[in-house]
């Protein structure tokens, strides 16, 4: 599979401008700029404590960058500045991201997890009020709604005969890809997903690799395109499905560009040889 694709030049969904994290007196990131193409996978790639996942937390609000900013492109032309929200606001705004460590909830049925995730859609659908309580129309086509999207990601993630099963009691490989479905049921604009293969077997990440190129491109359900940022120590995957790649170590971004360039790139090499670069 050949999923790397040209791009329009400033039809970014994300930009990354500067960005820094200081824990004390550790400078976690140090002035990373990158953007986000629109209907792209992007990887964030580099060796242990490069500052990968750090970025990760200041794009999804978890933590606010020391300096910086991140924005937002959404597709009516409007830019949310994320550095400045809080990660629920985040999430509106149409970000929805996964973590190294899943996190469904394991004793809620496949189906429940799905549906969970679609609250907030529920809620606006009656006003945040009393509406869904006294089955107003509104919310009654909401929730039909609702449902339907969890079906059809179900079916996208070969798991519907598993909908009414705990989700703890589903396989790792199931685990993981229920937990894009369900980042996926808010419609983000932007999927930011941490490690999404770690722990996989080679089939099941061969399954993982043809799902993102499907959400990209749009065609695993009827919802739109999506944008992928994803963090990847499987360089297989990273080589396989993205677009672009930024290189991190030590908090700097080092290289950028295609698969075929960053494997070439004497710096990327160095850094994950842990050599110093005068002597590489
Ligand atoms: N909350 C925190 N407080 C203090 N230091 C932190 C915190 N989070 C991360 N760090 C430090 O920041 C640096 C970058 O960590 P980060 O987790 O972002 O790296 P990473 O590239 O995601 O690594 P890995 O691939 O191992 O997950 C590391 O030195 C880490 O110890």
Same mark, same amino acid.
């Given at each position: ?31 990373v *700029?990158?953007?986000v ?7 964030l ?5 490069a ?23 959404r ?30 909830f394991a ?10 995730a ?6 606006k ?11 107003f ?10 449902? *339907?999207?969890?079906v ?90 993205? *677009? ?22 004497r ?7 842990g050599e ?5």
């Open positions: 599979m050949n999923a790397s694709r040209q791009h329009q030049p400033g039809a970014e969904i994300l930009r990354v401008d500067g960005i820094s994290m200081r824990f004390g007196g550790l400078l976690a990131v140090d002035a *700029d990158f953007q193409q629109r209907g792209s996978i992007t990887a790639i580099g060796p242990n404590g500052g990968k996942t750090t970025v990760f937390n200041c794009i999804t609000g978890f933590y606010r960058p020391t300096g910086g900013q991140i924005s937002l492109r597709s009516d032309g409007s830019i949310a500045s994320l550095h400045r929200l809080k990660d629920h606001r985040i999430a509106r705004a149409g970000v929805a991201r996964t973590f190294q460590n899943i996190r469904l004793g809620m049925t496949v189906l429940e997890n799905l549906l969970i679609q609250h907030v859609k529920l809620q659908a009656t006003g945040f009020g009393i509406g869904a309580m006294l089955g129309p509104g919310y009654r086509a909401a929730e039909a709604e609702a449902i *339907d999207r969890a059809e990601w179900l079916r996208a993630i070969n798991l519907l005969d598993r909908a009414d099963d705990a989700a703890g009691g589903l396989p790792y490989g199931a685990q993981r890809r229920l937990e894009i479905a369900r980042a996926m049921c808010t419609m983000p604009a932007l999927l930011c997903l941490d490690e999404p293969a770690a722990g996989l077997n080679p089939r099941e990440s061969d399954d993982l690799a043809k799902l993102l190129v499907s959400i990209r491109d749009g065609t695993a359900t009827r919802s739109a395109a999506t944008s992928i940022l994803l963090i990847e120590h499987d360089m297989g995957i990273v080589m396989r499905i993205s *677009d672009h790649v930024v290189v991190l170590d030590h908090g700097r971004k080092i290289a950028e560009g295609t698969p075929e360039q960053i494997r070439s790139d710096h990327v090499i160095a850094a994950y040889l110093d670069e005068d002597a590489a």
